[in-house]
């Protein structure tokens, strides 16, 4: 049943992000906010244009975030969860300009795609402000 659901789905992420626009897919509806965070708050990720590329993709981002917050746990911090992801975005932001595999913010969408971060959608752009929206964002 659950690759039935998957597989009608577009298998490009420009066409995921219109059907997101549109409120198509799962993930346009705001989670419910939580006064802590849990392990099944954590375990059932709704990405389906990545499960429809991958049928492990559930069991991937599970894992990756299992290990997330429990290596920030044993603190007893939610903010210190926070302060670690923010970190960890910001250092991955600079190998991937280091490495040469970002070379330009337009070679960013792609990548952040192709390694299934997420999927991000420009909001509003002008001279000095971006606002993005990032879709089934392997972090939650």
Do not use: Q, W
């Not at 989670?31 to 990720?45: A, F, G, M, T, W």
């Not at 049928?55 to 969860?81: C, E, I, K, N, Q």
């Not at 991955?92 to 337009?106: A, F, P, Q, R």
Request: with cysteine.
């Amino acid at each position: 049943m659950e690759v039935s659901f998957y597989c009608k789905y577009p298998k490009t992420p420009h066409t995921a992000l219109n059907l997101y626009r549109k409120g198509v897919l799962p993930g346009s509806v705001e989670r419910p906010k939580v006064s802590k965070l849990s392990v099944s708050d954590i375990s059932k990720p709704v990405r389906p244009y990545f499960k429809s590329i991958c049928r492990f993709d559930d069991v991937y981002v599970t894992l990756l975030r299992l290990v997330m917050f429990s290596s920030v746990r044993g603190f007893g911090a939610d903010d210190l969860t926070l302060t670690y992801h923010f970190h960890a975005g910001k250092h991955l932001g600079y190998e991937l300009i280091k490495k040469g595999i970002v070379k330009t913010l337009d070679d960013l969408f792609p990548v952040l795609a192709k390694y299934r971060i997420g999927l991000v959608d420009v909001v509003k752009e002008s001279a000095n402000t971006m606002v993005l929206d990032v879709y089934e964002c392997v972090i939650m």
